[in-house]
């Protein structure tokens, strides 16, 4: 793939200010590619020998995604939340609050709600 063809975007928390969901979303566009083929793309990108991948369809702020895990021991590190819309596949990582470790499921609802 030529990757000029390949855009990349990055939204990271603000983690001093107060309310600020604690989620980070990656974006690529990648111009002219079918939107089918953007999840399982990502998915096949991350297979490793021997090594369990976990994905399941869901719909999450009515949108339908794919949760995947990377891990045998699934943390907020290695699960993403995976949408495509035209020719943008959007991950959607789960925040966790360092002091608490608290993971921030609700965080991750709001950021897919805000995605087109």
Same mark, same amino acid.
């Given at each position: ?32 590619? $079918? *939107?089918?083929?953007?999840?399982? %793309? @990502?998915? +096949?990108? &991350?297979? /490793? ?27 907020? $590190? *290695?699960?993403?939340?995976?949408? %495509? @819309?035209? +020719?943008? &596949?959007? /991950? ?25």
């Amino acid at each position: 793939m030529d990757v000029d063809r390949v855009d990349l975007a990055v939204a990271t928390p603000d983690r001093e200010a107060p309310g600020v969901p604690l989620v980070v979303i990656v974006a690529y566009r990648v111009r002219g590619i $079918a *939107t089918g083929r953007l999840i399982p %793309a @990502r998915l +096949d990108s &991350l297979q /490793r020998d021997g090594l369990p991948r976990m994905a399941r369809e869901m719909t999450v702020a009515g949108k339908a995604v794919t949760w995947a895990n990377y891990s045998l021991l699934p943390s907020a $590190a *290695t699960m993403e939340y995976l949408y %495509a @819309r035209d +020719d943008v &596949l959007f /991950r959607v990582i789960d925040g966790v609050d360092i002091q608490t470790g608290v993971v921030t499921p609700v965080d991750t609802v709001l950021a897919i709600e805000a995605l087109p």
